[in-house]
């Protein structure tokens, strides 16, 4: 049950298993892969590399920032695919007139391996990424961070956002680190006895080759084509893979396991203290967005003849078509990205936008009480 919690409940990860964004969908399909693999370990079936396969496209196609682990699940699985065929001991039997006979290897060779896996990944996600990657640039992979310190950092700070600063350094700079190097050792450990390791000790193999490539690749795509690192979001797939890894690294210290439960523990219990329905993460400027909508809607005078037009921070503009839309508020005119302007009937300002107060002449009607938006009118 603990590891189930701390791997299902964290905040972030749960933020994203309800916005329409791609990011929940593309763990969901991400970890079926992972699911399959580990089947097919244990009962190698041709379909189930075609299964993984089809998986690893769609996580992809989901959001494209599954990518590197993808990738990295790939590579893995064909070093896996070698060492079950390497280490295969086929049963003999002998018949009545004395003759030998060897069972079969039942894993395919790594060229069959490739053409089950390899083909349904990169041509259906080619199929379904083609067109709109034809028109993508790098300039609109923007979300990320600029120094590789933040990107850890960003992870522990969405996932526990009551925590001091010095504790997310010390979890971002140390423990997360130690995890993946541990990961790392007990990997290699695991594959140089691969005929005699269990299905968790395999599984650290899998999640150590990801991080591994992973961490390769964003490295490699910021040097070569200057891609950000994964901040926050981008980022999201670190947070149930190291979960998992170091969940599967504690029972190989069998007496220090009730002490490395401590911080799962203090980790479940910070889950349930931040545990929220009324904004995302991302977003806390829409935290009072539906009240901000109704409010307005109550102020609109009858029979105005137009629609009411809304300004402001660009940022707002997802959640106010939102409940436009969502709420068939037909007097409502579609709020638009751009800088705001004089003319409109109400404002919307994030707190770092309220200089516009001064410069359009804007009265603040509302304050939100926990987002900090303004909603302002001439």
Not at 54 to 72: H, K, R, T
Not at 119 to 143: C, D
Not at 171 to 185: E, R, T
Request: glycine share 6%.
């Amino acid at each position: 049950p603990l590891s189930v919690s701390v791997l299902a409940l964290n905040p972030y990860v749960l933020d994203f298993l309800s916005a329409a964004r791609g990011y929940g969908m593309a763990l969901a399909f991400f970890f079926l892969a992972f699911w399959e693999i580990l089947e097919w370990l244990s009962e190698p079936k041709p379909q189930r590399l075609i299964r993984v396969g089809i998986a690893l496209a769609l996580s992809v196609a989901s959001n494209l920032v599954l990518l590197p682990p993808a990738l990295g699940l790939a590579l893995m699985l064909m070093i896996a695919i070698r060492e079950q065929r390497r280490s295969f001991q086929p049963a003999v039997t002998v018949s009545k007139k004395g003759t030998k006979k060897e069972e079969p290897n039942p894993y395919p060779t790594l060229g069959q391996a490739m053409l089950r896996l390899l083909v349904p990944f990169f041509g259906l996600a080619w199929l379904i990424l083609m067109y709109p990657l034809s028109n993508a640039s790098t300039g609109l992979f923007y979300a990320g961070a600029m120094t590789l310190r933040q990107f850890p950092e960003s992870l522990v700070r969405y996932s526990l956002p009551l925590a001091p600063e010095w504790l997310v350094s010390v979890l971002a700079l140390a423990v997360l680190p130690a995890v993946l190097v541990a990961s790392a050792a007990l990997a290699c450990r695991a594959l140089s006895r691969w005929a005699k390791a269990g299905l968790p000790e395999r599984s650290l193999v899998l999640l150590a080759g990801i991080m591994t490539c992973a961490f390769l690749a964003v490295v490699l795509a910021r040097l070569a084509l200057d891609i950000p690192y994964p901040e926050g979001r981008t980022g999201i797939y670190w947070i149930p893979v190291l979960t998992l890894a170091g969940l599967l690294i504690a029972p190989h210290w069998p007496r220090a396991t009730p002490i490395l439960a401590i911080p799962f523990l203090a980790c479940l219990a910070t889950y349930a203290a931040e545990f929220r329905t009324s904004y995302y993460a991302d977003w806390p400027y829409d935290a009072d967005m539906k009240t901000i909508v109704r409010l307005i809607g109550d102020r609109k005078p009858n029979n105005l003849g137009r629609q009411i037009r809304v300004e402001g921070s660009w940022q707002f503009e997802p959640s106010v078509n939102f409940y436009r839309y969502s709420d068939h508020l037909d007097w409502l005119a579609e709020f638009e990205r751009a800088p705001p302007k004089p003319g409109a009937d109400y404002y919307l300002l994030l707190s770092q936008d309220s200089h516009f107060l001064n410069d359009l002449h804007l009265k603040p009607i509302f304050t939100g009480p926990q987002s900090g938006t303004i909603l302002a009118q001439p």
